[in-house]
């Protein structure tokens, strides 16, 4: 079921199904989703309508509580087992933010502890609301820390939607921005169109606009141009994941971003939390990067624009190496170079 609501929620559980919000259709139409059939959330995480780092762990877990209630209302067999290759489902949607596969081993945690099948299904539910509202803590505490990066006065670049649209609560470095704005800080955001799926077009600037934060839309090109005139301060990004030592996958062409952050002498800022550290990667090289569609580039707007038949090189996300971050901030503060000492600080 498709519904147009007033104020839509990005993502919510009712006792009968889950609501989210299309991010493909935004910002000219806001539809609401409503469905009770995990298999949509599958495909709605595969197609970006729900996408973002945190929030693609918080709509699989919730996705796992679905599936949990439709296996108990039917007198399925074994419904542990059924449970675990949905959870396998979800992890084979996305490979690069390793926020997903956090929250599956949260919810497969809660399979292999509750016995009780009836127990199962309000244990999922309820970790699956934890995580959400876990997450909304984390991007308070985010915008809390790392406004305080940020200049009294100036231009802040960001690239790629890293807010509500992609989290369970304010964001990541939206968050930030968002704090700094409501702490009188003078900013002016440029958001990166962030092609080809232009995220930062359709949802950071329909975030932007919302939230009455002064902020200009350019094109991916257009970064390097803008700090040569002097009008970007710093920069900051989302992660989808952090290897141990610092070096961040983000949204393709925020390596491009940090490159010319640095040749311009800008800081140049993560803002990921601690859900996005993966401690088992030692570096950016071992973290797997989705490949998309060729679609996604060889056409627009429902018309072919490339040649039929021309090699498509589509990866989704990029790494920055460390040595081009200036801090990564995260919901238990600011990490500073060397980032393999400063983020093992903050893990127990
Ligand atoms: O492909 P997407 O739209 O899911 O990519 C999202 C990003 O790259 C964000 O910058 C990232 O998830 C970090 S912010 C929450």
Redesign the pocket.
């Known amino acids: 079921m498709v519904k147009h609501l007033r104020n839509p929620p990005v993502i919510s559980l009712t006792p009968s199904s889950l609501r989210f919000l299309d991010q493909t259709r935004l910002p000219a139409e806001e539809i609401v989703v409503e469905t009770a059939d995990y298999r949509r959330v599958l495909e709605a995480i595969r197609a970006?309508r729900v996408?973002?780092?945190?929030?693609?762990g918080i709509a699989a877990a919730y996705g796992v509580t679905l599936a949990a209630r439709e296996l108990f209302a039917t007198t399925s067999s074994d419904p542990h087992a059924q449970l675990r290759v949905v959870c396998d489902q979800f992890a084979a949607t996305?490979p690069t933010?390793v926020n997903l596969f956090w929250a599956l081993e949260r919810m497969r945690g809660i399979i292999d502890r509750t016995a009780d099948a009836a127990g199962l299904v309000s244990a999922l539910e309820t970790e699956a609301r934890i995580l959400h509202e876990d997450d909304a803590r984390r991007c308070a505490a985010i915008g809390r820390h790392g406004m305080e990066v940020l200049p009294g006065s100036g231009g802040v670049i960001t690239?790629?939607?890293?807010g509500a649209l992609?989290?369970g609560g304010d964001?990541?470095?939206f968050s930030v921005l968002r704090a700094a704005h409501r702490a009188g800080k003078n900013i002016h955001v440029f958001a990166d169109e962030t092609r080809p799926?232009l995220?930062g077009a359709r949802l950071t600037m329909w975030e932007l606009k919302r939230a009455g934060i002064p902020s200009t839309l350019i094109t991916d090109s257009t970064a390097a141009m803008l700090m040569r005139q002097g009008r970007v301060q710093a920069a900051i990004?989302?992660?989808?994941r952090i290897a141990a030592n610092g070096d961040s996958a983000?949204?393709i062409g925020t390596y491009g971003l940090a490159v010319a952050a640095r040749h311009h002498g800008i800081p140049f800022y993560i803002a990921?939390p601690l859900s996005?550290v993966d401690m088992d990667i030692a570096s950016g090289g071992d973290i797997p990067i989705e490949e998309r569609a060729a679609e996604e580039i060889t056409d627009w707007g429902g018309r072919r624009i490339a040649p039929e038949g021309v090699p498509c090189y589509t990866p989704?996300?990029d790494v920055t190496p460390a040595e081009l971050i200036t801090g990564i901030v995260t919901e238990r503060g600011i990490c500073a170079p060397p980032f393999d000492e400063t983020l093992r600080a903050l893990f127990p």
């Not at 690239?159 to 890293?162: I, L, Q, S, V, Y």
């Open positions: 970006l996408r973002g780092a945190p929030l693609i996305r933010a690239h790629c939607n890293t992609a989290t964001g990541t470095a799926l995220q990004t989302g992660a989808d983000n949204k990921a996005t989704a996300f």
